[in-house]
Nanobody, 127 residues
Framework: QVQLVESGGGLVQAGGSLRLSCAAS????????MGWFRQAPGKEREFAAG????????YYADSVKGRFTISRDNAKKTVYLQMNSLQPEDTAVYYC????????????????????WGQGTQVIVSS
C-alpha cells in the first residue's frame, strides 16, 4: 500500500504562484511513477503533469506546459508541482497519483494507469 498526502493548495490571485507537495509513504514509494491530476467542479478529472520514478522524464498537458513544473525528491519521498502564472481556469482540486506499473509515455495522462491517489488539495485562482 502507498499513502499519498497532498498539501500546498490555497487561494491565489491570477498571475500568482503556488507549489503543491505530495508526500508518499508505504511500499517502495520512491520507485513509483507519479502524476498530478486536477478536477474542476462539474468536469472530469484531467491530467496535469507526470514524472518517472527517477525524475529523468516529465510530461505535461498542453494547458499547463510552460507554466507548471513537476519534480521529485526521492530522499524525501515527495513530489512537487510548481504552478506559475496561474489563471482562473486552473481552479480545481489537485490530486497526486502513483503507479508501480511500467508506464509508457502516452499513458501518463490516463487515470486508469494509477493505483494510488491522494485526497486532493483545493486550488482557487481569483481573477
Amino acid at each position: 500500500q502507498v499513502q499519498l498526502v497532498e498539501s500546498g493548495g490555497g487561494l491565489v490571485q491570477a498571475g500568482g504562484s503556488l507549489r503543491l507537495s505530495c508526500a508518499a509513504s508505504g511500499r517502495s514509494s520512491i520507485s513509483s511513477n507519479m502524476g498530478w491530476f486536477r478536477q474542476a467542479p462539474g468536469k472530469e478529472r484531467e491530467f496535469a503533469a507526470g514524472i518517472t520514478w527517477s525524475g529523468a522524464n516529465t510530461y505535461y498537458a498542453d494547458s499547463v506546459k510552460g507554466r507548471f513544473t513537476i519534480s521529485r525528491d526521492n530522499a524525501k519521498k515527495t513530489v512537487y508541482l510548481q504552478m506559475n502564472s496561474l489563471q482562473p481556469e486552473d481552479t480545481a482540486v489537485y490530486y497526486c497519483a502513483a503507479t508501480f506499473r511500467p508506464t509508457y509515455y502516452s499513458d501518463y495522462d490516463a487515470p486508469r494507469q494509477y493505483d494510488y491517489w491522494g485526497q486532493g488539495t483545493q486550488v482557487i485562482v481569483s481573477s
